[in-house]
């Protein structure tokens, strides 16, 4: 038994360190600045007036992955003037923390009570949290 989980365990950081790398490899490789300038090319020259909101749903998954998306805030404010395009902005960003919380809240949920049972301290604050609320 100690010795099977010490292959999962192997397996486990084999792959966590195979997923760091693949994510370092792909920012360095990856044109993800170029490819959020030709996205902002294709909202101002082919969609017209919804660009604003193709813009906001682009904020969607580039929050959920993690990219900086300044790109995108300052292409928004460029392409539509300050008013829409911070407006384009704020809603794009605002659904996009929703749609991450709600990821972690439904998906993640499993994996941290998962973790909670190893650490009683957490697990107690938890609980209080649980009972307490806000307060």
């Known amino acids: 038994m100690d010795l099977r989980m010490s292959w999962l365990s192997f397996i486990r950081i084999f792959l966590l360190l195979l997923l760091i790398a693949a994510t ?7 044109p ?3 490819m959020l300038k030709d996205f902002l090319v294709w909202i101002d020259q082919d969609l017209g007036y919804w660009g604003p909101v193709v813009l ?24 539509f003037g300050l008013p829409i395009g911070f407006i384009a902005d704020s809603v794009g960003a605002t659904l996009g923390a929703g749609a991450a919380f709600l ?9 941290v009570i998962s973790k909670l049972n190893d650490y009683p301290k ?5 609980i209080a949290i649980q009972r307490s609320g806000f307060k």
Do not use: D, K, M, N
């Open 103 to 111: 990821l972690g809240r439904t998906l993640g949920r499993s994996f």
């Open 32 to 34: 993800v600045e170029q």
């Open 56 to 79: 906001a749903v682009a904020y969607i998954p580039l929050t959920i992955l993690a990219v900086p998306a300044s790109v995108l805030t300052l292409g928004g404010g460029y392409l």
């Open 122 to 126: 957490f697990h107690a604050v938890a």
């Open 24 to 30: 370092i490899i792909a920012c360095f490789t990856l």
